[in-house]
């Protein structure tokens, strides 16, 4: 009963979308890939470089890789991540984003210091006040019952 | 464990039966082993060598840069040759194994097998079928469904339900808005059942809105708004945000999860965090940061700010120095900091030199220590045309925790790349 109420949801949900869709063509469809990333020179963690400000078929500004988006590239990465998708593989966005790794990023990857990466340094005595602060920025990648077993020996 | 080898079966049996779209298949393996050696001090006082060593597996096979099947793999595994680390001798863990088709026109996307979901309010590991399509045009559906990894196997896996999907519309130049439905269950009991929007609007002047809303639909709450502006300003881009939580609809209480998110699911308590953060670009080579965010609660505390101050030079592409300074000025002298940090790495291919200094300055001590001082040194090379690569780095600090502690780190990487002509094993 509860599968066939969940099912007449997403129906729903997909309904007004198939209305709105009328009408509308030649929509852009991503690539499958991205060219290597190895082979684009100087600068490449812009996405404008290349492929500049237009808006259309399909805009890539939003994803330009500035200074801070390790930390903030959450609202353009649910826009789709099949944008992330051409440049990154599932295993680049495991070394945070899995369920269960025992090594946090910037231990795993420790020379790649320009990435910015979470938990650099002495995070375990920053991390009382940063989690008082903000504990939802803790339970967006901890709040699992897997990956809080990072928590649990100290928090129970 | 035997999951992952059902799941692993599974996947590469499907694979093997799909017939062939491609005579060529691509194989991309990336192997990296992770040498790692520190102190331990444990209970008694007792210093014990931890020299855990891990190894992470990554294999795509297939039409990984063309329409058509491919498989991937990734996992990890990790022996202790020194002391115990981590209460067990060993621990390792299947990320994924998954199938994946993608048509010819593209307009469809199917995987399946163990795979991370990322969509909208859905941020999950789930071993199951997932798929999106765009054969509407200016529409992107996705759906997927299966058993969820993360509620863990203490219980038992019977009763466990993952299901959801997004629905976006897109208008080029104009706007992309999705409507996103994630409902979990866990031994039968409902965990988690959300609704979210993810918009992009574009405003006049080549402004962004970029936003974020999730509703919780156990607790019948609003979990999160989160929205933030993207302004150009020539040389300059500027991205004030605004975040709301509402900590009783965000948390989640269920019995095996962190005590900490447990207590604030009924804190009743809710938080804005607003600011801004300034790009300043002032030539190819040079970029400064200044972030400003405020904290503020309905209980408990009282305000907080963070400040930092970020500048970076680049020469070229992964050859960089940079330096940073902060101060989280906390409601109080215990949630106060100053942080500095300069680093650099230096790319001269095949070779690279990294270092990292960060001071933190506690305003209250912390186990009767007021700083804490991290450094870090390291560096690499790739060998026989990038067969392989070793990198290395040692890193000590001292800081509330730890009075004086060494670190060190050796990392060899395999990454394996060949084209396979099929048309003969597969017809």
């Given at each position: 009963m509860k599968i066939l109420k969940h099912t007449a949801l997403l129906i729903a949900l997909l309904l007004p979308g198939l209305l709105l869709a009328?009408?509308?063509?030649?929509a852009y469809r991503l690539p499958a890939t991205h060219p290597p990333l190895s082979e684009l020179g100087e600068r490449r963690e812009y996405c404008t470089k290349c492929h500049g400000f237009k808006k259309e078929p399909f805009d890539f500004e939003r994803y330009n890789h500035t200074a801070l988006f390790t930390e903030s590239h959450r609202l353009a990465a649910y826009q789709d991540e099949r944008v992330c998708a051409l440049c990154h593989s599932q295993s680049f966005c495991s070394?945070?984003?899995?369920?269960?790794?025992?090594?946090k990023p910037s231990v795993k990857?420790?020379?790649?210091?320009?990435?910015?990466?979470?938990?650099?340094?002495?995070y375990l005595a920053r991390h009382r006040i940063e989690g008082r602060m903000d504990p939802t920025s803790c339970f967006?990648?901890?709040?699992?019952p897997k990956s809080s077993q990072t928590c649990r020996p100290c928090h129970g | 464990m035997q999951s992952c080898r059902s799941i692993l079966i599974v996947v590469i049996g499907l694979f093997l039966l799909a017939p062939a779209e491609s005579p060529a298949a691509d194989l991309h393996v990336a192997s990296e082993t992770i040498m790692r050696g520190f102190e331990r001090k444990i209970e008694n006082g007792k210093e014990l060598d931890a020299v855990p060593v891990y190894q992470y597996l990554q294999m795509d096979y297939g039409n990984l840069a063309s329409p058509g099947l491919s498989l991937h793999v990734n996992g990890w595994g990790r022996l202790n040759l020194g002391d115990n680390y981590n209460e067990k001798g060993t621990a390792g863990e299947l990320l994924h194994a998954y199938m994946q088709y993608l048509s010819t026109s593209r307009d469809l996307l199917v995987r399946v097998g163990r795979q991370y979901v990322f969509e909208g309010v859905a941020k999950d590991s789930l071993d199951g079928v997932y798929a999106k399509t765009?054969?509407?045009?200016a529409l992107t559906i996705s759906a997927y469904a299966g058993s969820p990894?993360?509620?863990?196997a203490a219980e038992g896996r019977q009763g466990d339900l993952i299901l959801g999907g997004k629905v976006s519309h897109s208008r080029p130049g104009l706007y992309d808005l999705g409507v996103s439905y994630k409902y979990l269950a866990d031994n039968g009991k409902r965990d988690e059942e959300s609704v979210g929007t993810d918009l992009t609007l574009l405003l006049p002047g080549s402004v962004y809105l970029l936003g974020h809303s999730a509703y919780n639909l156990v607790s019948g709450g609003w979990k999160e708004h989160s929205y933030e502006l993207r302004l150009p300003l020539k040389q300059f881009s500027v991205h004030p945000f605004f975040q709301h939580y509402s900590y009783d609809d965000y948390f989640n209480n269920r019995s095996n999860s962190a005590n900490p998110f447990r207590f604030l699911k009924d804190s009743g308590n809710a938080m804005t965090v607003a600011g801004t953060e300034a790009f300043w670009?002032?030539?190819?080579?040079q970029e400064y940061v200044l972030r400003f965010k405020n904290y503020d609660y309905d209980q408990r505390f009282s305000s907080s700010q963070l400040y930092s101050l970020l500048a970076i030079w680049k020469?070229?592409?992964?050859?960089e120095v940079g330096a940073e300074f902060g101060r989280m000025?906390?409601?109080d002298a215990e949630n106060s900091y100053y942080l500095g940090r300069g680093y650099f790495f230096w790319n001269q291919k095949p070779w690279f030199v990294t270092g990292d200094l960060m001071y933190v300055s506690y305003d209250k001590k912390i186990y009767k220590q007021d700083s804490s001082l991290f450094a870090s040194l390291g560096g690499g090379a790739k060998f026989m045309d990038d067969a392989f690569s070793v990198k290395m780095s040692f890193d000590y600090s001292y800081d509330p925790y730890f009075d004086e502690d060494y670190r060190w780190m050796l990392k060899l990487s395999v990454p394996i790349d060949k084209t396979f002509d099929t048309s003969f094993s597969k017809k």
């Open positions: 009328c009408g509308v063509r030649n070394d945070c984003h899995a369920t269960r790794v025992e090594l990857n420790p020379t790649e210091n320009y990435r910015r990466m979470q938990h650099r340094g002495d967006r990648c901890h709040g699992n | 765009d054969l509407v045009p990894v993360t509620p863990g670009y002032l030539s190819e080579q020469w070229k592409i992964h050859s000025q906390g409601n």
